[in-house]
Structures are given as C-alpha cells and as structure tokens.
C-alpha cells in the first residue's frame, strides 16, 4: 500500500501527463522567475544611482563643511566665507537625503514590480496544477484504503458498475451486475481493478489476500 503516499499515478499513461505537468510548471515558473529577476535588476539601477548620488553628496558636503571651517579662520572675512560654504554644505546634505531616498523607494519598487510580473503567470498555471495534483492524491488514497478490504472492492466495483463504458464492464463479466449481486469474488475484484485504473492506479500488489 506504499503507493499511497506517493501523487503519483501507477499506470502509465497518466503518470506521463504527470510528469509532463511537472516538466512544464517547472519550465514555466523558471522562466517568469528569470523575468521577474531581469525586471528587478532593470529598476534596481534606479536604486544604485540614489545611493551613489548620496554617497557622493555625502563626501561633498563634509569637504564643504571642512572648507568652511577652514575659512572661518581667516581674519577678517573668515565668517563671509564660512556662511556659504556651510551653506552649499547643507544643501548638498540634502541631496544625499534625496538619493538615499530615492535608493530604498526603488529598492523597494525592483521587488514589488518583480512580483507583479512573476506572480500571477506563475500562479495562474501553478494553482491549477497544485488543485488537481491533491485532488488525484485524495482520490488515490481513498482507492487505496478501500481496495484493502472485502467491503472496499464490493464499493469500488459498484462505483465502476456505475462510471465505467458497458465495453469495459462486460470484458469483466457478461454479467456484471449480477455478478457483483451475487458476491462473485473474481468479478468483483476485477470491477475494482477497473475501477482503480480509472484512478489511475494499477491493481497489481493492492489486492486484498482472500
């Protein structure tokens, strides 16, 4: 019963389109994933200019502000000279606020815009995927558990009495409804098999032991 733990199905033709799934969620989201990458390194150059505008402001302004002090030594006029250096000083103070600004605005925006184009091509195929990957897990455990026991396959095989093509039906018996009334064990079984097969599970190794 080990088969039961895995998503996958046991019979080829399905665990194929499964794996096929697999292959393209994995191409898909790898590719937007790239996008999104290549989006925020675009905008993240808005982000490195305003740091390097702060940087360099920064470096400006205490070279004004050491010029200033400089000048306020100077006889005479060393305060009409240390007024509008210190004051070309603040202001290049202020445009290192701006770049600094400027740097974590668009640090932030290279992520959110990242996600807005990655998210919703990624989840718009990945949720799909995921809501039909547990529903056939759900679907393969209750198979499973159910071929387990005797009152298991008798269920199993009236849900392919009532679900399965007549073709399919009768290659299990000619009559199969009769046979399942009359607890005919081999058909019944068989009905199961078939009905887990459309579940895409293969009987082999799930049958209960008599």
Sequence with gaps: MKSRWIPYATTPGRLLRQLFSDVVIVAWTT????VGLAVHSAVAVIADFGYQ????????AGNLDSAGDSADNVP???DS???PLSAAGDAAREIAGA???????ASWLAWL???????PPILALMMPWLFLRVRFFRRQWTAV???ST??????????????RPLPKLAAIDPDPVGAWRSQDRTAIRGLAALELRAAGIRATNLRRPD
């Design 76 to 78: 005479l006029i060393g």
């Design 145 to 147: 558990t159910l071929a």
């Design 150 to 163: 005797a009152a298991g396959e008798e269920l199993l095989a009236l849900r392919a009495l009532a679900n």
């Design 81 to 83: 000279l240390a007024k």
């Design 31 to 34: 590719v937007w994933v790239f």
């Design 53 to 60: 505008v702060q940087s360099g402001a920064n470096g400006v």
């Design 113 to 119: 815009l990242a996600l807005a184009v990655a998210a």
């Design 99 to 105: 770049g600094q600004s400027l740097g974590v605005t």
